[in-house]
């Protein structure tokens, strides 16, 4: 898998409630644990852009509310910093559910998605309205 060319800031943890900006079903989740989580014994796992978690759907369309999901991590209200200087933020924290294979469940995102989470996974951007 390539790199990621900007530091990405980790600042969401478990019981974050994220928006789910796809057309799947979903509408809020809470990040219940990180993939592939690494880091110090004890402490809670952090995430960021281009992150895949295991969320609860908590609200939505009844055949998604109270499942485990996994979902990408695709906006962050914490600034990210670019390698050109450029500081991003957005204005909420949003995801979009995926399945075990890392293909998307919905067929369009709502708002902007983050370029860092389409340098880690090609197959998102054909859903994306809008790359920033």
Same mark, same amino acid.
């Given at each position: &898998?390539?790199?990621? +060319?900007?530091?990405? +800031? @980790?600042?969401?943890?478990?019981?974050?409630?994220?928006t789910c900006a796809d *057309?799947?079903?979903? @509408?809020t989740? &809470?990040?219940i644990n990180k993939i592939g989580k690494s880091g110090a014994h004890g402490r809670l796992a952090s995430v960021?852009?281009?992150?895949? %978690? &295991? =969320?609860?759907?908590k609200s939505g369309s009844p055949q998604y509310i109270k499942k @485990?999901?996994?979902?990408?991590?695709?906006?962050?209200? +914490?600034?990210?910093?670019? =390698?050109?200087? &450029?500081r991003l933020r957005?204005?909420? *924290? =949003?995801?979009?559910l995926i399945t075990d294979v890392n293909l998307p469940v919905a067929t369009? %995102? @709502?708002g902007a998605m983050a370029r860092? %989470?389409?340098?880690?996974?090609?197959?998102?951007?054909?859903i994306a309205s809008r790359v920033i």
């Open positions: &898998m390539k790199g990621i +060319s900007s530091h990405i +800031s @980790k600042t969401l943890i478990p019981g974050t409630i994220l *057309n799947s079903g979903a @509408k989740l &809470m990040i960021g852009i281009g992150d895949i %978690v &295991m =969320a609860s759907v @485990k999901v996994r979902a990408v991590i695709i906006r962050q209200r +914490s600034p990210v910093l670019r =390698a050109a200087g &450029m957005f204005e909420d *924290n =949003a995801a979009i369009e %995102v @709502k860092e %989470v389409i340098e880690k996974y090609i197959k998102l951007a054909g």
